[in-house]
């Protein structure tokens, strides 16, 4: 099932790419080098975090990872992983080979959601940089709804999965 929907997502980008060359050749390659730019940039990253949680993974058991941010961690396991992810740093796109491992190595699905939902939308470590543009009030409230709310989708997503 996952390798028919990874191979539908290529054909289905392939094809869009091929209607935006020919509408726009110009703009088209404009896209693909601009998208080259960004891979390279987080390129770096993306090798070194997959390293360090490669190493973390052979060296931390799979019953550590269950006691830790397994389903049976319960609310514990998502207040860990929902407080890792808001003073986590790294793209996005870092984060989902990442707790993919996790996955098949004991984590839970809403321990999981929360930390992917914290980590997108609240930020501990850009909070000043943030106050300075939106205001303390505001920033501060951003941050706190979005913290809370990360758990109501970690309930859906443990809801559906589960």
Same mark, same amino acid.
């Given at each position: 099932?996952?390798?028919?929907?990874?191979i539908?997502m290529?054909?289905?980008?392939?094809?869009?790419?091929?209607?935006? &060359?020919?509408?726009? !050749?110009k703009?088209?390659?404009?896209? /693909?080098?601009?998208a080259w730019k960004m891979?390279m940039?987080?390129?770096?990253?993306?090798?070194s975090?997959? =390293?360090v949680v490669? =190493?973390l993974l052979?060296?931390?058991?799979t019953?550590? /990872?269950r006691? /830790?941010?397994g389903?049976?961690? +319960?609310?514990m +396991?998502?207040l860990?992983?929902a407080l =890792?992810g808001?003073i #986590?740093l790294?793209?996005?796109?870092?984060? &989902?080979? @990442?707790?993919?491992?996790?996955?098949q190595?004991?984590a839970?699905?809403?321990?999981i959601?929360?930390f992917?939902?914290t980590? #997108?939308?609240?930020g @501990?470590?850009?909070?000043?940089?943030e @106050?300075?543009?939106?205001g303390r009030k *505001?920033?501060i409230? !951003?941050? *706190?709804?979005s913290f809370? &709310?990360?758990?109501? *989708?970690a309930?859906?997503?443990?809801?559906?999965?589960?």
């Amino acid at each position: 099932m996952n390798t028919i929907f990874v191979i539908l997502m290529y054909v289905i980008s392939a094809m869009l790419l091929v209607i935006s &060359f020919q509408k726009d !050749r110009k703009k088209t390659k404009q896209a /693909i080098h601009k998208a080259w730019k960004m891979f390279m940039k987080v390129l770096p990253q993306f090798i070194s975090i997959i =390293l360090v949680v490669g =190493l973390l993974l052979a060296m931390i058991t799979t019953e550590t /990872i269950r006691s /830790i941010i397994g389903s049976e961690s +319960g609310f514990m +396991g998502m207040l860990m992983a929902a407080l =890792l992810g808001a003073i #986590t740093l790294v793209p996005v796109l870092v984060a &989902f080979p @990442i707790t993919a491992q996790l996955l098949q190595n004991g984590a839970g699905i809403m321990q999981i959601a929360v930390f992917i939902s914290t980590l #997108t939308m609240v930020g @501990i470590v850009s909070l000043p940089m943030e @106050i300075k543009y939106l205001g303390r009030k *505001t920033a501060i409230l !951003r941050n *706190t709804l979005s913290f809370l &709310f990360a758990f109501l *989708t970690a309930w859906i997503m443990g809801l559906c999965l589960s």
